[in-house]
């Protein structure tokens, strides 16, 4: 099946520092997502993008969608404590049934 | 309105037993899905559900059965549980691209 490579798999980084992460993939996906998961919950969506090379922001969250179509990238900018978390992409191929594929997380530490 | 509830929170099972997962939604959607988390594997599609009455397997199925009778719930079983079946099981449902997640319900086998 599908795979996503989602990098790095962890960050430790300082409050107030900027942080990037991104999702490759073999196939071309017609959608892509960014979900967060704060510990002991399931994820939430953060940001979603529908068309190549599409820039989205939401508060201090920037993504973008790859010309490739292979590719999407997740910045957070000035990061807080709240940020903590797991960082997940997905990619959504098409189709009528709405499945994604999970890249397999970014685990992000803020030291405040 | 709740969203995507999940039933139980926790369970701890044997070697054999069965038990079944609830995933209810009230937001109208056509489209259910269960996924599984293990530690460093993201989440893995077990089974998913495009309306009442339909099921098709997804990227892990082996060991779980699901059904959906009503559009608003979801049914997870494990009719003969194994340790490899330890994880975290999120259920999740769709009005379109954008997944909404239930809380999960961790399940370990003993």
């Known amino acids: 099946g599908q795979q996503l490579n989602q990098s790095p798999q962890s960050m430790f980084i300082q409050e107030g520092e900027d942080v990037s992460m991104n999702c490759t993939s073999s196939s071309i996906f017609n959608t892509w997502l960014w979900y967060k998961q704060d510990p002991g919950e399931g994820p939430v969506l953060l940001i979603a993008l529908y068309k190549a090379g599409e820039l989205t922001s939401n508060g201090r969250l920037t993504a973008q969608f790859g010309i490739t179509r292979k590719d999407s990238f997740l910045n957070i900018s000035a990061s807080i404590p709240s940020d903590v978390g797991i960082y997940f992409c997905?990619?959504?191929?098409?189709?009528?049934?709405?499945?994604?594929?999970f890249g397999k997380g970014t685990l992000l530490t803020v030291n405040p | 309105n709740a969203g995507v509830t999940q039933t139980p929170k926790f369970r701890v099972l044997k070697t054999g037993q069965s038990m079944t997962l609830l995933c209810a939604q009230d937001m109208n959607h056509e489209y259910m899905y269960w996924y599984r988390q293990d530690p460093g594997m993201g989440l893995r599609l077990i089974h998913y559900s495009v309306g009442e009455g339909t099921t098709a397997k997804g990227e892990v199925p082996d060991g779980y059965n699901v059904s959906r009778l009503k559009k608003q719930n979801f049914l997870l079983g494990l009719e003969s549980a194994a340790p490899s079946q330890t994880s975290v099981y999120f259920c999740?449902?769709?009005?379109?691209?954008?997944?909404?997640f239930g809380p999960g319900t961790r399940l370990t086998v003993l």
């Open positions: 997905a990619g959504q191929l098409g189709g009528s049934n709405y499945k994604l594929t």
């Open positions: 999740a449902s769709t009005r379109g691209f954008e997944q909404f």
